[in-house]
């Protein structure tokens, strides 16, 4: 079977021959370790690959992403990138007066102008599974644009000016999955950090009153034009994850290990598909191959009945030896657990 095919039977819950691959490659891996990239996906090649699209400048637009010094956004955020190729931290964001949100307008030439006849192109050049990382991340970009604490606080409030302000991001968010969803691509993300190691950074009910529906209607355009809906968030989001699956998002990557993620298995199994990664910020670059191998056997003995349901999935950062990464892929391909 092509990846492609792997992928999709594991995204239907149907056999297998073998775990299917999401390997992602941070910008500072493929700048300063080109040679370890390039033997990791020789040895262990994803059968995902990403759906890149050059997206235009905005008219907020200033300096460059990825280069040091400041950079503005097309939403009008600007982050500092401490060096080359490494992600930037937030440090303006433009509706930090709430009254400038009366006259804020999102990005929409950035849609109007963007070419997926490119993306269109290496989808129709691979037998890959193509998945499209789009912008949508209401919850992160409403922190963003109005500062992380005032965000948090509009919510747990109910102020009305995030309602106006999300409502203004969706519109957005719902062209760009409408794009998406006529392009070649055969999935789609998007995310938002809901969790940290304690628990959700908002209340169960601020996720289900202001983010739920938005979510559902991402699923119902996508899902409408035959494209599967992946969604990625980091900490423990255990209070929202059945909400998740309820949505009928396909696949779900979080922080397993933050989570009881076998009680989660043994209730969700057969309903999403666990896109399952190992912990990338102290298992990943501080253990051993060795405690790799062991985290991916829990993993193996939670999610893997050879059935599909679960992707092995690595985002290899700088910070990770490549020992581990062999490790842990090397694991993912031994024999199916006892259970299966």
């Not at 979510?215 to 599967?228: F, P, S």
Request: hydrophobic content about 40%; glycine content about 8%; charged content about 25%.
């Amino acid at each position: 079977m092509t990846s492609r095919d792997r992928v999709v039977l594991t995204l239907n819950h149907q056999p297998v021959d073998r775990i299917a691959r999401d390997l992602r490659v941070s910008s500072e891996m493929k700048l300063y370790h080109g040679d370890e990239v390039g033997e990791m996906q020789f040895r262990f090649a994803s059968d995902m690959i990403k759906a890149l699209l050059r997206w235009p400048r905005g008219e907020r637009s200033r300096g460059k992403s990825r280069e040091p010094g400041d950079h503005t956004d097309a939403w009008g955020c600007t982050w500092h990138v401490p060096k080359r190729g490494a992600i930037g931290a937030l440090v303006d964001s433009p509706l930090a007066d709430p009254a400038a949100i009366a006259g804020y307008r999102p990005p929409l030439e950035i849609l109007e102008r963007a070419d997926l006849s490119t993306v269109n192109e290496r989808c129709a050049g691979t037998s890959r599974f193509a998945l499209a990382w789009s912008q949508t991340k209401p919850l992160e970009r409403l922190q963003a644009l109005r500062g992380p604490g005032a965000a948090l606080a509009d919510l747990g409030a109910g102020n009305a000016g995030a309602r106006r302000l999300l409502d203004m991001l969706h519109e957005f968010s719902c062209r760009e999955m409408e794009m998406w969803a006529q392009s070649d691509v055969d999935g789609v993300v998007f995310s938002d950090d809901w969790g940290s190691p304690d628990g959700l950074i908002v209340s169960p009910d601020v996720f289900r009153d202001f983010f739920k529906p938005l979510y559902g209607q991402y699923c119902e355009i996508l899902h409408a034009h035959d494209k599967y809906a992946f969604f990625r968030s980091d900490g423990d989001i255990t209070e929202i994850f059945g909400d998740l699956v309820d949505l009928g998002i396909d696949a779900v990557a979080a922080q397993w290990f933050a989570m009881d993620f076998e009680a989660l298995a043994r209730e969700y199994r057969g309903r999403v598909t666990f896109w399952g990664e190992l912990d990338r910020l102290r298992l990943m670059p501080l253990g051993t191959p060795e405690q790799v191998r062991a985290a991916v056997r829990r993993l193996q003995r939670a999610l893997d009945f050879g059935r599909g349901g679960v992707i092995a999935a690595c985002e290899w950062g700088a910070a990770t030896p490549f020992t581990n990464v062999a490790a842990m892929f090397e694991q993912w391909q031994q024999p199916l657990p006892i259970h299966a």
